[in-house]
């Protein structure tokens, strides 16, 4: 079980006590970013509320988020079917080296053959 850490951050003025997993230098890092994400989004307009900029920040990494999940997925497809691929192309040698061998077996065996007409 994950030790749970009590970490204080300030954000945009406000204080906020997180409880988490993770390390309180990687929570100060999401602080520190989304304290400056907030404070590019009031710069650039003048109406927007650390409030509304809050949501703007949330609303643009649920949609990073959404959008990364959508490319993992497709890297997963993409895998599988590459595995998939491996998989069909492994059977094939399999089948072509059984035929190799049988092949083999049978010259071989013609070999074998000639060379005891021609000892006759």
Do not use: W
């Amino acid at each position: 079980m994950a030790n749970i850490n009590k970490v204080k951050v300030i954000i945009c003025g406000k204080d906020f006590v997180l409880q988490t997993a993770e390390s309180s230098n990687y929570v100060f890092s999401l602080a520190r970013t989304m304290e400056t994400r907030i404070t590019e989004i009031t710069d650039a307009s003048s109406s927007a509320s650390p409030f509304t900029a809050a949501i703007m920040v949330g609303m643009n990494a649920l949609d990073d988020l959404n959008k990364s999940k959508a490319k993992l997925d497709a890297l997963r497809e993409q895998a599988k079917e590459y595995v998939d691929e491996a998989g069909k192309a492994r059977l094939e040698r399999d089948a072509a080296l059984q035929e190799v061998n049988a092949l083999r077996t049978k010259v071989a065996h013609l070999e074998q053959t000639l060379h005891e007409k021609n000892n006759k």
